[in-house]
């Protein structure tokens, strides 16, 4: 199965000399929970807002086939807790999936709850290599007290965690650069990722990975022409961004398969900003390699 579009990718990467691409923003979920979360999106839920159809609606197989086609030669399996009881279940099943899928980094989840220590050290000590939260799904701060021994567990042993803490697609009480700024606050150490490079607060989000060592942001639909309708990247951010990009602070992220064009929209959209070649070859895939030490092919 291929997507005429994505043809282009593998020169994209082939020219630049890389040996592939590092995708750290791609979801892959249990059976019934990707049903539940494609349903809302069809549906364009209260969290979406719009019109949005998924267009790499196929088995965990044929995904996973597709990535390889395109020379995605690591990638994530980003699940996210929405409820208590069900990021422990879910860690089950994302580590299970990338033990059995060569090139998925281990993932886990993790949610405001009283278990939330014991699993996500659980999950640390059985591999995972990045987490992933939602605030704005999950309508949790980041502060909730019930995180504090999380946010120092990930801390102490370097582990990412990719942070949906950006207003776009809507905006709740808990996302945003403040919410986020106040977590730093408290743990200023925090290996983590801003996940659509903030969107649409993207100059207060470069401040806080211009301010903190170990907060990187992720490309995650931004530039595409569909993310640009709606929260255009600010022109006079493009030094900074291309600054950070070079310090191996930018890493490529598509929410894939989630998105409602093809998987060439993402780098397409990052090849126009005319940043550079050494600025692609980081972003997409040297800040990536080194975070998670990874084989070169």
Not at 32 to 39: G, M, N, S
Not at 146 to 168: K, N
Not at 227 to 246: H, K, N, T, Y
Request: negative net charge; proline residues 10%.
């Amino acid at each position: 199965m291929i997507v005429a579009a994505d043809e282009v990718v593998p020169r994209f990467w082939q020219r630049l000399g890389l040996p592939g691409l590092a995708d750290v923003h791609v979801h892959f979920l249990p059976p019934r929970l990707r049903r539940q979360v494609w349903e809302y999106f069809d549906s364009a839920g209260p969290l979406v807002g719009l019109e949005w159809p998924i267009r790499y609606r196929w088995s965990d197989a044929e995904r996973v086939d597709h990535l390889r086609r395109l020379g995605v030669r690591a990638f994530s399996a980003l699940a996210y807790a929405h409820r208590p009881g069900m990021a422990e279940q879910l860690n089950r099943w994302t580590l299970n999936f990338a033990r059995d899928t060569p090139g998925c980094l281990p993932s886990a989840t993790f949610f405001p709850e009283p278990t939330a220590p014991r699993y996500v050290a659980e999950a640390i000590d059985a591999g995972a290599r990045v987490f992933k939260v939602h605030v704005q799904v999950g309508g949790f701060a980041p502060t909730d007290a019930a995180l504090a021994p999380v946010w120092d567990l990930l801390t102490e042993a370097g582990v990412p965690v990719v942070v949906h803490a950006g207003h776009a697609p809507v905006g709740t009480a808990h996302t945003g650069p403040e919410p986020f700024a106040a977590l730093l606050a408290r743990h200023p150490r925090l290996p983590a990722i801003v996940a659509h490079l903030g969107a649409p607060d993207y100059s207060a989000f470069l401040d806080l990975a211009d301010r903190h060592e170990r907060v990187r942001l992720d490309t995650t639909m931004a530039f595409t022409p569909f993310f640009d309708r709606f929260v255009p990247f600010p022109a006079d951010e493009l030094p900074r961004l291309r600054a950070l990009g070079l310090a191996g602070k930018v890493l490529l992220g598509s929410d894939f398969p989630n998105i409602p064009y093809p998987y060439a929209d993402q780098l397409t959209g990052l090849a126009r900003l005319d940043l550079g070649d050494d600025w692609l070859r980081t972003v997409c895939w040297q800040a990536a390699a080194d975070l998670f030490d990874l084989p070169t092919p």
